[in-house]
């Protein structure tokens, strides 16, 4: 500390008025912040490896050519294991979007406005910043290679699968570790690989503006696995709307600075990098937690694993093996979904016991309502004629939907149908072959689905549906349900159907 109070001394031509020491992350390297009398500060670093310093000092000052957003390197050590940079600040990206994950992946307008900021930029480091760099300057290594990938899936094997306790085939998972290997190395690409890039690793400046820090392990290499392991990274949270909105930035945003690959090229691609970068970050978790016990890692873990439940789902990975034990892997008890988990929230509220609605891999992340969270959605839905008045809601909740079904053709105005009601066969074929009510239901098809679906994933617990007609006789009825089947056939829930003008109540249970 006092070489590098010396350094600043010596730059800044005055002692320091104060200095504060920054809160490390992951690395071992120290960072303070030097005041001077003014007011005004810098970061100084201390390293521990001298060829990892040279690395940091050598990409920032060739950015800092290119005009890209990254701190200037203002003094170093003669033996280079010191050095100062310009102070972003203190609020990192990852500090700025912690309400949007906190909320379980709710991010507000702001914090996206700021995600897509960010990833926006990321090709001009990318591309841009590979332009007559020397990548011999790199550390470790200067390029992505398949030495660099098995080392990565070996840390995966040594450092996570094996301290699990799981059995696996040691040869069989080796085979197919070659065979990924080599798929993710078979495109030679001229651009940046940053390899660390994540929120942690973005710093917003006085003027708001993304700076990005922490790239002395970037070497030459695919642009895809610095969007990985930005998007997925595991304690983020990103649902996957979100995900898919900012890799449709980024894509749009490299067409300004390179050729693009087709989107399903890219897309694939992408995929195969999600799998990788989600293997190397476990093994990562599992030397820093199992190993060293440090518990930001552990906590990191159970969302990584959801991450590879999901990417279990696309079945597109053509390595038979290492997709067992990966799916043996999800299975096991500790890493079992925490929805499975009955546990006690901080406000006193509990979970359901068991996963009644199981969510679909891409909706948001599951929260619970404190005020609603008492059990299964059970949906109501129910016919009327408009003469007789709207349902009430018993529930408390409002009366959710109520749909006008007499836009379409009414059956009742015909003597045939007078005397039937839309659960007969006759009026039913009328409906269906006029058409006019297959496209008034494809509507609320949406609607419906888009508002279970929500509720499902905040654990609420009613919903009320009510389609009303002149009589309540024929149009309401085929509406409500058909409506009612719909629900209960594509999620498993439990719906109440109560044909009010016509004095039939069914259930449809689970």
Aim: hydrophobic fraction near 35%; glycine fraction near 8%.
């Amino acid at each position: 500390m006092q070489l590098l109070t010396q350094l600043y001394t010596h730059w800044s031509g005055a002692a320091p008025a104060r200095v504060e020491p920054i809160p490390g992350a992951g690395s071992n390297r120290k960072y303070v912040r030097f005041y001077a009398s003014d007011g005004s500060s810098v970061v100084g670093v201390i390293g521990t490896s001298r060829d990892e310093n040279h690395a940091f000092i050598a990409l920032a000052n060739h950015f800092q050519l290119r005009q890209l957003p990254v701190p200037q390197v203002l003094a170093v050590s003669s033996d280079e294991l010191r050095y100062l940079q310009t102070d972003l600040g203190t609020t990192s990206l990852f500090d700025a979007i912690k309400g949007g994950r906190e909320a379980g992946g709710r991010y507000n307008q702001h914090e996206k406005e700021l995600l897509r900021r960010t990833i926006r930029l990321l090709p001009e480091i990318q591309i841009r910043g590979a332009r007559g760099l020397d990548f011999s300057q790199c550390y470790p290594q200067p390029e992505f290679d398949e030495e660099s990938v098995h080392f990565d899936l070996n840390y995966f094997k040594y450092c996570f699968l094996k301290p699990v306790d799981l059995d696996f085939h040691e040869l069989k998972l080796e085979a197919n570790f070659r065979l990924m290997a080599k798929d993710l190395t078979a495109e030679q690409t001229d651009s940046f690989l940053y390899r660390d890039f994540q929120a942690r690793n973005v710093m917003l400046g006085a003027d708001g503006q993304p700076y990005f820090i922490d790239f002395q392990g970037g070497r030459r290499g695919p642009f895809y696995y610095d969007l990985a392991s930005f998007l997925w990274q595991a304690s983020a949270r990103y649902p996957n709307k979100l995900r898919r909105e900012l890799v449709y930035e980024y894509y749009d945003a490299l067409k300004h600075v390179s050729e693009v690959p087709p989107r399903r090229h890219f897309v694939d691609r992408l995929s195969l990098f999600v799998l990788f970068r989600t293997l190397q970050v476990l093994g990562a978790y599992g030397f820093r937690g199992y190993f060293e016990r440090k518990k930001h890692f552990l906590e990191s873990i159970p969302p990584a694993m959801q991450n590879l439940r999901e990417l279990l789902t696309l079945d597109c990975f053509p390595y038979p093996y290492l997709m067992d034990v990966l799916r043996r892997l999800t299975e096991l008890p500790q890493f079992a979904p925490v929805e499975q988990q009955p546990a006690a929230r901080a406000d006193g509220y509990r979970t359901t016991d068991s996963n009644v609605y199981q969510a679909h891999p891409t909706d948001g992340p599951a929260t619970f309502s404190k005020y609603d969270g008492r059990g299964p959605l059970v949906v109501r839905v129910f016919s009327f004629s408009y003469r007789k008045g709207i349902p009430d809601d018993e529930s408390g909740n409002g009366g959710g939907y109520v749909f006008d079904c007499r836009s379409t053709h009414n059956p009742g105005r015909y003597e045939p149908y007078k005397k039937l009601t839309g659960l007969d066969e006759p009026v039913i074929r009328f409906l269906e072959d006029d058409g006019e009510i297959i496209t008034f239901l494809d509507s609320v098809y949406r609607l419906a689905d888009a508002h279970v679906e929500r509720y499902l994933q905040r654990g609420f617990t009613d919903l009320m549906f009510s389609f009303g007609c002149t009589g309540g006789q024929h149009r309401s009825v085929y509406s409500a349900q058909h409506l009612a089947e719909h629900l209960h056939q594509k999620y498993g829930i439990e719906v109440r159907i109560c044909h009010r003008e016509q004095g039939i109540n069914q259930v449809l249970g689970i």
